[in-house]
């Protein structure tokens, strides 16, 4: 099943969505803040299907209930709501900047009058860096305030940080080049042991070049070009009034995870939550990362399978959602879906962004190209087993009543 | 070549800009330096055709050279022999004279074009948005 697409026309640099709300850098300046679920509604009142577009785009989640599961296992059910995402998929849904002009919530400079190197919307703040330095301001401000994301930004450091990073506890990983690998901590008391607090709140983490970085649970994958990636471990503990500590141990070199005989046999490597993806010429190995073993890196990181990479383009980045891999050329785009079919664009994109924390928005990828932003949506992955995927993290069902009910009983319970 | 140093000056704006085409950078071996692959006069143009479109940013510039296609030549190589299509030109704050060399925006952060440059270049149609964004995430991408 391929994915569906919305199509906004505009001269786009960046993107993010949060909470409901979109947000688009103009490559004129610009912060655009719409409210999402207006624009999919819009797009349902013109010809969209508003069962697809309500899991689609709305609430991503809610394919992945329990209820729904057991719901899906019927065949007849199971028909009828793929015939109509099939018919979804094969539409074509098109939106010009005046065709959401209502939908607008407020437009103002873009913070420091920068085109970013890269955001990221955390806690309600949002978090960017520009050439001269990584800064912090409130976003989704009420929409009674003038400015929905505050014009007086705070900066937290000079460097030049390619690639910004949350996870879920909180941390944020900063890959700042040849200036090695850096993280942020917004709050909270951590134990960061062996590392070097530089400024408030920002500890260096290696020394070592860092092209991006993304979390696999509790440790940092940073990536590099040429093998020369490498694992930050961290471990946790609790202590004896069971408070967790989160603890540097080492530095894992690509190499001694690496089936490659030489480094340069790797052409790139990325890691995120439960996966690590190791590219060579035409193949791409799996590992398993396991968060529960607490020992050695051999313990934690297992061959999980290999999957088939064929192209003439030049690998510059990698990702993965849920849905599935997300691989970036030089000219093209590829998404090596979780169904093990393929997505392409075929073309060189200017940013593309995936929403792997988040609750309602995991199955979307949105791709900022020449002359519009793609917003696409995956609607497949509840349908594969979670536990044999190759290609995306897995999607986790929380066990406990409170955690459920934030991210999936919402659906259960349309159908109890 | 012998370590000669190239003195080169040009008008611009009623004023002399000086410049100096670097021995370090044409010097084959050296494990510390990227060296020009295009004669110094050429290196000269690069620099003179940059402070021309003004693509400075303080006392630093970035440039490159065109082909007859409108694509960008090698300019030099870096210190693992990678190709390199870009320059930096450099101006010590209390000095007259430039100097450059050609650039590895992939491997020194410090070497990547400014923003200013960036736009101007993609407002010329030199180059896309999506390799401005890729050049300021340090990523390759096919000039």
């Known amino acids: ?416 | 070549m012998p370590d000669i140093q190239f003195a080169y000056q040009f008008i611009y704006d009623k004023t002399e800009v000086h410049y100096l085409s670097s021995p370090k950078h044409r010097q084959i071996g050296n494990p510390h330096k990227s060296i020009w692959i295009v004669t110094p006069d050429e290196e000269f143009g690069c620099f003179k055709y940059t402070y021309e479109k003004q693509w400075v940013v303080e006392n630093e510039a970035w440039g490159f050279m065109l082909n007859a296609n409108g694509k960008f030549i090698v300019l030099g190589q870096g210190l693992n022999n990678e190709e390199l299509k870009i320059a930096k030109f450099k101006k010590d704050p209390n000095a007259t004279e430039w100097h450059g060399y050609p650039c590895n925006y992939m491997a020194n952060t410090y070497d990547v074009p400014s923003d200013t440059v960036l736009k101007k270049w993609v407002s010329l149609h030199r180059i896309t948005k999506a390799k401005m964004s890729k050049i300021q995430q340090t990523l390759s991408c096919n000039l």
């Open chain 1, 1 to 416: 099943m391929q994915p569906i697409k919305i199509t906004l026309f505009g001269d786009y640099y960046d993107c993010q969505l949060y909470r409901g709300r979109l947000y688009l850098w103009t490559f004129d300046g610009e912060l655009q803040i719409y409210d999402w679920d207006q624009i999919i509604d819009k797009v349902v009142e013109r010809n969209g299907d508003w069962l697809t577009f309500l899991y689609g785009y709305k609430d991503g989640r809610y394919l992945y209930g329990n209820k729904t599961k057991r719901l899906f296992e019927d065949d007849e059910f199971k028909e009828i709501v793929l015939r109509r995402y099939l018919s979804s998929c094969r539409q074509k849904f098109f939106l010009e900047e005046k065709d959401i002009e209502d939908c607008l919530i407020g437009v103002q400079s873009a913070p420091s009058s920068a085109l970013p190197i890269d955001t990221e919307i955390y806690n309600n703040t949002l978090y960017y860096s520009t050439e001269k330095g990584l800064y912090k301001a409130t976003a989704h401000r009420p929409r009674s305030e003038k400015y929905k994301v505050s014009t007086k930004a705070q900066k937290l450091w000079d460097a030049r940080i390619l690639s910004i990073i949350a996870n879920d506890y909180p941390q944020m990983a900063l890959s700042a080049g040849s200036d090695g690998l850096y993280e942020y901590r917004p709050g909270g008391n951590c134990n960061y042991t062996l590392l070097n607090e530089i400024e408030p709140q920002l500890y260096r983490v290696s020394e070592k070049y860092s092209l991006f970085s993304n979390y696999i649970f509790e440790s940092i994958f940073s990536s590099s070009h040429n093998g020369n990636s490498y694992i930050s471990m961290f471990k946790l503990y609790r202590d004896r009034k069971s408070c967790f500590h989160r603890v540097f141990e080492k530095e894992v070199e690509e190499i001694a995870f690496s089936e490659e005989k030489s480094k340069k046999d790797a052409l790139l490597s990325w890691g995120i939550r439960d996966k690590v993806y190791q590219a060579t010429g035409n193949m791409v190995r799996v590992m398993k990362y396991r968060k529960w073993k607490e020992n050695s890196l051999a313990d934690r990181l297992n061959s999980f399978g290999t999957l088939d990479l064929k192209s003439n383009s030049r690998l510059i980045k990698g990702s993965a959602a849920t849905f599935g891999n997300i691989l970036e050329y030089e000219d093209k785009l590829l998404v090596m879906m979780s169904n093990n079919e393929k997505f392409v664009l075929p073309e060189e994109v200017t940013r593309w962004r995936i929403y792997p924390r988040s609750i309602n928005y995991l199955n979307q990828l949105h791709v900022v190209l020449e002359d519009r932003v793609e917003f696409i949506s995956f609607n497949h992955d509840s349908f594969v087993d979670q536990m044999s995927k190759l290609n995306g993290i897995e999607y986790y069902v929380p066990t406990s009543t409170k955690a459920r009910s934030v991210y999936a009983d919402a659906f259960d319970d349309l159908f109890s």
